[in-house]
Structures are given as structure tokens and as C-alpha cells.
């Protein structure tokens, strides 16, 4: 009788622990699944046949614990190597959904380019708001389009028409601000690097009291490649910031990507260059 009994208990829990393992298999499959779609479908880890292996090793473990059920061997093994697969597979899923929120946030900001055009005045200058000024100097011929928008922006927002007063440029602006010929003038976040190469405290001598940020649509799209050998032009500026921020280039480099090889190279260009002036000894 007693033995009765315990044979009828471990058929139960035997019966218990295949149901566990049945629904574990399901859950394990379907990460597995999401997984390798996701890998796949957005190119990840497609490298040295990795994604393949992974593949590979995913369905070996799928098919050891769909064989383990079958014979009933091992259920305790089974639930653990179940587990720990499932775990795997979703953090994997949720490590590739963190990289491309991260590439979709970098390619919606790359989609707009944004200049930052500012009023500033003296450190020391009594002037406190654009309501106090009546006149800028700023370079119209050089940077028009962004001058114009900000005037237009400080018109409609503080319903001030301030009057501009053109220079050659903005480093001739900047100059007159600091000698007193002028009581203001516009700067141009892109143009801002310029003058720190010429005055690194420049921006401790200056008080903004008017700032406006203007972001246009980038319309150039990426020409499609078809060859498996292709360069990409990769451009850094010298400037703190978001992405989309507009100033000079700093960096610049061209990738040639070759799929054959499986190899890349880096071929970088200066800024800055010294160039021996003709039929002297001078260097420009």
C-alpha cells in the first residue's frame, strides 16, 4: 500500500514538473524567437558568423529540453537550464531595444541641424534687456539668413525692432563691442569657436540678453550604395553640444568601409595646415 502511494506521488510531482517545463519551453521559445527577429531584422552582432552561432546555440537548447521532456529525464535540469536561457534571451531582447531607441534618438536629432544666434553685450554694460537697445552690428553679408531670423523671432517675441548695423564680421563686431564703438551685437553659436581661437576669455567679457534657436530640416538624404567597397565622410566640430548643433568642422575623416576584406580605414585630413608662401621664406 505504501509503496503504492509513493509511486502515485512521484507520477504527480513528475506530472507537475512537465507541466512547468512545458510552459517554460513556450516562454523560452518565444524569447528565443523576439531575439533572433530583432538580431536579424536590425543586423545585430552579424560578424565573424556570431549571429549564426548564437542561432545555433539557441535551437541546441531548445531541442536538448524538448528531448528531455520527451524521455522524462532530468525535469529539475531541465527547469534550471530553461531559466536561465529564458533570462539570456531577454536580456539580449532588452539590450537590443536599448540600442536602437539610442540609433533612432541619434537620427532623429542628426535629421535637423540647430544654430543658436544670441544679442550680447558687455560684461559690465548697464544693459539688462533688448528693450534697452536700439541698434547690433553683425555680419548681414556673411550670415544673413540666421540674422534676419532672429531679428524677425525678437520683433514677434519682445516686439522690439532693433536696427542692424553691418560689419564684415563677426571677430570686427566683437572688437568694436569691446572698444565702446558699439553697445551690442548679434553672435552666432557656429561662429563662436572663431573667436575663442582669438580671445579664449571671450566669453567672460560677454552677458546675453537675447537668445534664439533656430533649427532647420536636414534635406540631404544618404545616397544608396549598392557596392560592397564605399567611403563615408565623418565630420566632428569643436564645439560642446547636442548633435545637431552648427559650427566649424574640427575633425575631419573618411571611412572606406570594404565588405569584402571585412576591413576599414581611417584616413584623416587636418584643419590646420602651414603652407610655405611662394617666393618667400614665410609660412602662412
Given at each position: 500500500m505504501s509503496s503504492r502511494t509513493n509511486r502515485k506521488q512521484k507520477h504527480t510531482s513528475n506530472g507537475s514538473w512537465g507541466m512547468v517545463n512545458v510552459g517554460l519551453t513556450i516562454l523560452y521559445a518565444i524569447l528565443a524567437l523576439v531575439l533572433l527577429f530583432t538580431m536579424f531584422n536590425y543586423n545585430f552582432l552579424s560578424f565573424r558568423f556570431l549571429n549564426i552561432i548564437i542561432t545555433i546555440g539557441l535551437l541546441v537548447v531548445l531541442a536538448i529540453s524538448i528531448f528531455l521532456q520527451k524521455t522524462k529525464k532530468s525535469p529539475?535540469?531541465?527547469?534550471?537550464?530553461?531559466?536561465?536561457?529564458?533570462?539570456?534571451s531577454l536580456v539580449g531582447i532588452f539590450g537590443f531595444?536599448?540600442?536602437?531607441?539610442?540609433?533612432?534618438?541619434?537620427?532623429?536629432?542628426?535629421?535637423?541641424?540647430?544654430?543658436?544666434?544670441?544679442?550680447?553685450?558687455?560684461?559690465?554694460?548697464?544693459?539688462?534687456?533688448?528693450s534697452q537697445i536700439?541698434?547690433?552690428?553683425?555680419?548681414?553679408?556673411?550670415?544673413?539668413?540666421?540674422?534676419?531670423?532672429?531679428?524677425?523671432?525678437?520683433?514677434?517675441?519682445?516686439?522690439?525692432?532693433?536696427?542692424?548695423?553691418?560689419?564684415?564680421?563677426?571677430?570686427?563686431a566683437y572688437d568694436n563691442l569691446k572698444s565702446g564703438k558699439s553697445k551690442a551685437?548679434?553672435?552666432?553659436?557656429?561662429?563662436?569657436?572663431?573667436?575663442?581661437?582669438?580671445?579664449s576669455n571671450y566669453a567672460s567679457n560677454l552677458k546675453t540678453i537675447y537668445t534664439y534657436k533656430i533649427k532647420k530640416k536636414n534635406s540631404?538624404?544618404?545616397?544608396?550604395?549598392?557596392?560592397?567597397?564605399?567611403?563615408?565622410?565623418?565630420?566632428?566640430?569643436d564645439t560642446y553640444g547636442p548633435i545637431s548643433t552648427v559650427s566649424r568642422s574640427d575633425v575631419n575623416i573618411i571611412m572606406t568601409v570594404n565588405m569584402n576584406?571585412?576591413?576599414?580605414?581611417?584616413?584623416?585630413?587636418?584643419?590646420d595646415a602651414y603652407v610655405k608662401i611662394g617666393q618667400t621664406s614665410m609660412i602662412n
Open positions: 529539475l535540469v531541465t527547469t534550471v537550464v530553461l531559466v536561465i536561457f529564458s533570462l539570456v531595444k536599448q540600442m536602437i531607441d539610442i540609433t533612432n534618438r541619434i537620427n532623429q536629432t542628426a535629421a535637423f541641424s540647430e544654430v543658436e544666434m544670441s544679442i550680447v553685450v558687455p560684461k559690465d554694460s548697464d544693459i539688462r534687456d533688448v536700439t541698434s547690433v552690428q553683425a555680419p548681414t553679408k556673411v550670415d544673413k539668413n540666421n540674422i534676419d531670423s532672429l531679428m524677425s523671432a525678437l520683433k514677434e517675441d519682445k516686439k522690439v525692432d532693433v536696427k542692424v548695423d553691418d560689419v564684415a564680421s563677426y571677430q570686427e551685437m548679434v553672435l552666432s553659436g557656429s561662429y563662436a569657436t572663431l573667436l575663442e581661437s582669438v580671445d540631404n538624404s544618404a545616397n544608396q550604395v549598392d557596392s560592397k567597397v564605399f567611403n563615408i565622410y565623418i565630420s566632428g566640430i576584406t571585412h576591413k576599414i580605414l581611417l584616413t584623416t585630413t587636418p584643419r
